[in-house]
């Protein structure tokens, strides 16, 4: 484990101080390893204040590793471990009102079964190829799977749903040292994910705001997603006269290249949504949705960026790090890449107290997920059709007052001129050691946010709002992605870090911060939307 103290390095997408680099746990050469398990049992648990009874539940869980040489091959070791879990846990309904639409008895609290299980599967094997240069191959294995999603509180048995994943990647890894002044770390990385929503009951879902949420979770979806990974970083050191050094760093990146393809067939039954009980109980619901159309999407994403950053010690108190990085995304048609730079200073104030300055900054083209390319394949073009029906509400049958296929549809759009969201950080802080083994340290820490991304809807009803009619009436909710966000924050930091006593130790910190924006995120929408 390594610990980067420059947040505002170049070789980095985001910023963040102390960044933890973890690397997986070495293999050995001599055999070892370890194995344990855990056990909690419901009865030592109390009952919960909204249960009738205490449920049977139960965690197991077993973890254990080996190492050790390959024989009869030379300097070849290996590592196994594997983690598995299995708990019988249970959620508790509160609601108490109502009439199940699923059972058609009265609605009464109780235990929901809410079971999980997952298995962790690591396999390494390492080879010291010559004293300056090593390489291994990783392989792990994650599978897991958790019942009983979307229930508890106010959500009904009937509305669960069972949550499966699976994911698997394979890397290579090799390692070069050039003299005593250069080293290459380059890996590759092959990764699958597919993750499965597999609803317990398939019917429309009652939505009683206030009261309780039933029928089918209607939460049907697979997604795989195929990843390769790509990194190739070089160091450099180079002495410069009696106090100046560089550490130059550069490399290419390559963390996200590949494709998703999403089966969604969520929501296809449609939902009701009541104001209240007593609308429910009159079969009065507010407001209809429902999915139809296409349910495959294929989506293309790659992310890959290039740094080079020099860290500069110009005497020896002084220490700086110039650097620029170059990302690129394909998310966002009309900013696709751009040219960060990055600067951060360090300054020793007082040896014998170990007192350090520290300030810097950096520009940072901000991730946009793979999300928004599916959202825009699902929903621009209509090729599924999200429909929103509040007028004209028959329940239980919707199709006896309203034909769906003459209702308009939703659509989910960009602003012709969207920009890739970009963000500015910059701090200035001053740490000091108190004792041997202890450090406070207070800071500023800034930041400015601008093409924030954001969700409007441009045919929404005009003001004064006496009429739910739309502007175009070929169309329902008309989403337009849109750029014009902003974004700021301003915050104090004072942190300890260090031992108290001879048993003690520990990390503390305070933060007062003041910030202010007009959006959250893609999904933000305006209130009066």
């Known amino acids: 484990v390594s610990i980067n103290q420059d947040p505002y390095s170049a070789q980095y997408r985001q910023p963040g101080r102390g960044q933890v680099e973890i690397v997986?746990?070495?293999?050995?050469?001599k055999f070892h390893g370890s194995a344990n398990f855990s056990l909690r049992d419901s009865i030592f648990d109390a009952t919960n204040h909204f249960a009738t009874v205490k449920p049977p539940s139960r965690r197991l869980a077993f973890e254990g590793f080996l190492t050790?040489?390959?024989?009869?091959l030379r300097d070849t070791t290996f590592l196994f471990s594997l983690l598995t879990q299995n708990q019988n846990s249970f959620n508790q309904v509160s609601a108490n009102s109502g009439i199940d639409p699923v059972t058609g008895l009265p609605i009464t609290p109780g235990n929901v079964p809410a079971p999980y299980r997952n298995y962790n599967l690591t396999m390494k094997v390492a080879h010291q190829i010559t004293d300056h240069h090593s390489a291994y191959l990783l392989y792990r294995f994650f599978d897991m799977s958790r019942g009983g999603r979307n229930t508890g509180g106010l959500n009904l048995a009937s509305a669960a749903y069972t949550m499966y994943q699976f994911d698997m990647d394979l890397t290579f890894h090799d390692d070069a040292a050039f003299g005593t002044s250069k080293f290459n770390a380059f890996s590759i990385l092959f990764e699958r994910n597919a993750d499965?929503?597999?609803s317990d009951l398939q019917s429309p879902s009652i939505v009683v705001q206030g009261a309780f949420t039933g029928g089918g979770a209607q939460a049907d979806e697979f997604q795989t997603e195929n990843n390769p990974n790509?990194?190739?970083i070089y160091s450099w050191s180079l002495g410069g006269s009696a106090h100046t050094q560089h550490q130059l760093k550069f490399g290419v990146q390559f963390p996200n290249l590949g494709r998703r393809i999403l089966e969604d067939t969520t929501n296809r039954q449609g939902t009701y949504t009541f104001a209240n009980l007593a609308a429910y109980q009159a079969n009065t619901p507010t407001s209809f949705t429902i999915q139809q159309g296409q349910s495959r999407f294929l989506t293309h994403f790659d992310q890959p960026s290039a740094f080079f950053l020099d860290q500069i010690q110009v005497t020896q108190r002084l220490t700086v790090t110039p650097?620029?990085?170059y990302d690129f995304q394909n998310a966002v048609p009309n900013t696709k890449d751009a040219i960060l730079p990055r600067l951060s200073f360090a300054y020793l104030?007082?040896?014998?107290r170990a007192m350090v300055l520290r300030t810097g900054g950096g520009l940072y083209m901000r991730k946009v997920g793979v999300n928004l390319g599916q959202q825009l394949?699902?929903?621009?073009?209509?090729?599924e059709r999200s429909l929103l029906i509040t007028t004209n509400l028959c329940y239980p049958d919707i199709t006896k007052c309203n034909p769906l296929a003459a209702q308009p549809p939703s659509l989910y759009i960009d602003e012709p001129n969207l920009k890739a969201p970009f963000q500015g950080f910059f701090g200035v802080s001053v740490e000091r050691q108190l004792t041997a083994k202890s450090t406070i340290s207070i800071g500023y820490e800034g930041y400015r946010g601008w093409h924030a991304l954001q969700?409007?809807?441009i045919n929404a009803p005009l003001p004064p709002f006496t009429s739910s009619a739309r502007p175009n009436p070929n169309f329902a909710q008309v989403l337009e992605q849109r750029s014009g966000g902003v974004q700021h924050s301003d915050s104090m930091i004072v942190s300890y870090r260090g031992r108290i006593s001879s048993v003690f130790s520990g990390f503390m910190q305070y933060t007062y911060c003041s910030a202010a924006s007009n959006t959250q995120w893609s999904t933000f929408t305006p209130q009066n939307q």
Not at 349 to 352: E, G, I, Q, R, S
């Open 24 to 29: 997986t746990k070495n293999t050995a050469d």
């Open 68 to 72: 050790g040489p390959i024989r009869p």
């Open 196 to 198: 499965r929503q597999v």
């Open 230 to 232: 790509i990194s190739d």
């Open 323 to 325: 650097g620029v990085r």
């Open 349 to 352: 104030l007082d040896k014998k």
């Open 377 to 383: 394949a699902r929903y621009q073009n209509a090729a």
């Open 455 to 457: 969700s409007v809807d």
